[in-house]
């Protein structure tokens, strides 16, 4: 069967769909030979939790399709505890420590709020702020501004408008709004600055809506209407536009004639990270709807037009690993901005990227403050061993990079946050990495 053309909307020009009918090869493969098969996309990790803390709200609700991501199951996990739990050890998971502090303070609860060394690293002010005047009672146990955090009750202030910084982490912001139907007067927020990964700020709308919630965001506010969460039939969470980023990558470095499809994606994602689906069209990486998914094919002739050499990830920050590795990889020199956020993820992103493209030759320097230049070199794969900071992106961003060439990966296990199966995946298209050496 003929692809349909691509809609006449002009937002959706890079969106192509593909009849149902077309039935996609087993996987066989790889190294000179085409990619082709079917890549299996963990559910996505932060929708699943939004959907946990509002499924908690309700007191009611089926989730079907949960992400297996450790976050999200430590975040189930920590919702079940009975209520009287003295600490809650949120582990190294951000959203998960944010989102359950926001919970767990405007229900009046008594305990520590805690997680690993890294997490202790990573600022939590903004959020405390804006709790405290709400009406929580939250010391911090240790340093200001950072976990573990000691919650002491909680008393309505009568607050119903906050000014909140959105430039250091959306999920603060997200935080808030999953709690605000609950107030008395619900909430309505100001974002205060330069708003970092505002598609997640209209996830977490998207979400509330289906729970019930009247929601409005503006560019520079969102407001929250009081009233009761209540349960969908069964809410059903999308697959991780994030985690297709890996199979964008693999897709782009592979022979032309690759076909990989990714099921559980939508043409209409609520997602932020849906933006890769555009950006694969420079890659040489065309992408085709169909009901059940998309369909990546590498395409045999090059781009048109000229390949952008500007990238701003302020929206999509989790793709800027991928993509900074993809393009070192393809020989295209770009200028990044948007990366601010990157230096308090589960490592500094920036100085791991820094330190790991140049075992390849590539270059990401600071040309100005925010603005950074990626310069490729004389990229080779030709056996490196990649270090990972225990953290799942570096690890999956630098994976593709298998098929130029061999490399060694370390901490394989550190995907469990967010992509349990990763290896699986990569193994079913015969890719297969080298075994970190204990000894290194």
């Known amino acids: 069967p003929q692809p349909s053309p691509p809609p006449k909307n002009p937002a959706l020009q890079h969106r192509r769909f593909i009849p149902l009918s077309i039935r996609h090869p087993l996987p066989s493969v790889v190294h000179n030979s085409p990619l082709r098969g079917t890549f299996h996309l963990p559910a996505s990790k932060s929708e699943s939790n939004r959907a946990l803390i509002l499924q908690a709200l309700a007191g009611a609700g089926d989730i079907a399709n949960l992400s297996d991501a450790h976050d999200t199951q430590l975040l189930a996990r920590l919702l079940a505890l009975p209520p009287d739990t003295a600490e809650y050890d949120c582990e190294d998971a951000g959203t998960t420590l944010r989102f359950l502090t926001a919970l767990l303070a405007v229900r009046n609860r008594r305990c520590v709020i805690t997680g690993t060394a890294r997490m202790r690293e990573r600022p939590i002010g903004p959020l405390v702020d804006a709790l405290r005047e709400l009406g929580a009672d939250i010391s911090y146990v240790r340093a200001e501004g950072y976990p573990p955090l000691r919650l002491n009750g909680f008393a309505y202030s009568g607050r119903a408008a906050l000014n909140v910084r959105a430039d250091v982490s959306s999920q603060f912001v997200s935080a808030l709004l999953l709690v605000a139907p609950t107030l008395p007067d619900g909430l309505f927020i100001h974002l205060v600055g330069e708003v970092g990964s505002a598609p997640y700020l209209r996830l977490t709308a998207y979400t509330l809506r289906a729970w019930g919630a009247r929601v409005e965001v503006e560019a520079h506010a969102v407001r929250v209407w009081p009233g009761a969460v209540v349960a969908p039939e069964v809410y059903t969470v999308e697959a991780d536009w994030s985690a297709a980023s890996y199979a964008y990558a693999l897709a782009a470095l592979a022979p032309p004639d690759s076909e990989l499809f990714l099921p559980n994606l939508t043409a209409f994602s609520p997602q932020g990270d849906h933006r890769v689906a555009a950006w694969a069209e420079d890659w040489g990486v065309e992408t085709w709807y169909t009901e059940t998914g998309v369909l990546l094919r590498t395409r045999n002739n090059p781009p048109l037009a000229p390949p952008p050499t500007a990238y701003d ?50 270059a990401l320097t600071e040309a100005a403050p925010e603005v950074f230049e990626l310069l490729p070199g004389h990229f080779q794969v030709n056996g490196q061993y990649v270090r990972t900071y225990a953290d799942h992106r570096m690890a999956m961003a630098f994976a593709p990079l298998a098929l130029h060439g061999p490399l060694t990966i370390e901490a394989p296990e550190v995907v469990r946050k967010s992509f349990p199966a990763f290896w699986e995946e990569l193994a079913g298209l015969g890719i297969r990495l080298g075994v970190p050496d204990a000894e290194r």
Do not use: H, M, N
Not at 314 to 325: G, H, I, K
Not at 327 to 340: D, E, F, K, N, V
Not at 343 to 355: M, P, Y
């Open 313 to 362: 990830f302020s929206a999509c920050p989790d793709l800027a690993p991928t993509v900074a590795v993809l393009l070192a990889a393809l020989s295209r020199p770009a200028t990044l901005t948007g990366l601010r956020s990157l230096r308090v993820k589960e490592t500094d992103r920036i100085a791991a990227l820094q330190a790991e493209l140049a075992r390849f030759g590539a």
